[in-house]
């Protein structure tokens, strides 16, 4: 007998508890905080959607699944989450992105602020902005990468689609633009097609650019659509970033390890001796090994002048056999050298 749409309606619904009853029970079995948002899992289930024939679209049913697991979660242990807030920034974004709206989310002053939220006990976990594809690395994560024993856990992409945010109807009555300096950055194009010699007052966040566009007549912000929201601003204009291909990397930090998938990715930091030839002896274990490198990067090292760290995204986990021989012979010429974490790739 064909099944009506309630009939389906229901069975969804019946599903839905079943699967989370299971999962919760699971977890309470496991008690193991690892498996909490467990990026091997979430892996597993991105699969299963990628091989989905439609019409529903991958992207909402991530959103159904990642929902799904926030609650499911909250049911057995509730988990907080640091991020670089207040509410509303594209870290805020990221945050809900990864982790569903049932956990506890911690906004703090700075990115320092997220690392220690965590190192603490705070936090289960921290989520910071790492890179952006017009503008780079965001060198506050790096530096505190250096520092911390917190683990990279997985890493997370979120598409920056910044607007015009003001309580002025048309974007000709504006005299002044407020932003963090990365949006400023990534509309700079825009901006001078659009507002000629309109003052523009980097802030510290998106958020707190809206939060002073709200006070004043004819000044406008560069934030988040969500941001006009919490604000009541209008919209004045959208997508404004000048490359269509605007994506800024987040890393989640804990102190878990992940196993292996067999599609992992692992960062490390290390620091070779000024001399000819150790740039070089610092890449060749990785070659030898049949390594893919997808990232090389190097920032000045804070304790000594004129030194350097080099941060390296390699193409495997830290357990594979190749790479544990890659940076045993790394070890022997390098000053330093410390693993960030091994995660699955996005």
């Known amino acids: 007998m064909k099944k009506s749409l309630e009939d389906i309606d229901k069975e969804i619904i019946s599903l839905i508890n079943k699967r989370t009853l299971l999962f919760t029970e699971e977890l309470k079995k496991s008690g193991n905080s690892s498996d909490l948002f467990s990026p091997v899992y979430r892996t597993a289930v991105s699969d299963l959607i990628d091989a989905s024939d439609g019409p529903v679209s991958g992207d909402l049913l991530k959103k159904i699944f990642n929902e799904l697991l926030s609650y499911s979660i909250k ?5 907080e989450v640091a991020y670089l807030g207040p509410e509303g920034t594209f870290s805020y974004l990221a945050l809900i992105e990864t982790f569903g709206s049932s956990v506890t989310a911690l906004p703090q002053n700075s990115i320092q602020a997220v690392f220690e939220e965590v190192e603490s006990g705070r936090a289960a976990f921290g989520i910071v902005p790492v890179e952006n594809t017009t503008e780079g690395s965001v060198t506050y994560t790096l530096d505190e990468l250096v520092e ?7 890493e997370h992409l979120l598409k920056i ?22 949006p400023l950055a990534q509309c700079k194009n825009w901006l001078n ?17 809206a939060e002073i566009a709200s ?38 930090l804990g102190n878990m390890e992940n196993r292996k998938t067999g599609r992992d ?7 070779i001796k000024d001399e000819p030839g150790s740039l070089y002896r610092m890449l060749k274990p990785f070659s030898d090994a049949g390594i893919s490198l997808s990232k090389i990067e190097s920032r000045p090292n804070k304790k000594e002048l004129w030194a350097y760290n080099f941060f390296i995204d390699l193409i495997g986990h830290k ?21 960030l974490g091994s995660y699955p790739m996005n």
């Open 265 to 271: 990715k692992t960062s490390l930091v290390c620091s």
């Open 215 to 252: 006070t004043e007549d004819f000044s406008a912000a560069i934030a988040s659509e969500s941001a006009s929201k919490i604000y009541n601003l209008n919209i004045l204009a959208s997508d404004i970033e000048d490359s269509r291909r605007n994506f800024t990397k987040f890393f989640v």
């Open 319 to 339: 357990e594979d056999t190749n790479v544990k021989e890659a940076f045993s012979k790394l070890k022997e010429d390098a000053l330093f050298v410390k693993i």
């Open 161 to 182: 689609s910044n607007s015009l945010l003001s309580k002025a109807s048309e974007i000709k009555k504006i005299k002044k633009v407020y932003s963090h300096p990365q």
């Open 148 to 154: 911390t024993d917190l683990k990279i856990y997985s």
């Open 193 to 209: 097609r659009n507002l000629v010699d309109v003052e523009i007052v980097p802030v510290a966040s998106t958020v707190k650019a």
């Open 75 to 79: 049911l057995v242990k509730p988990v």
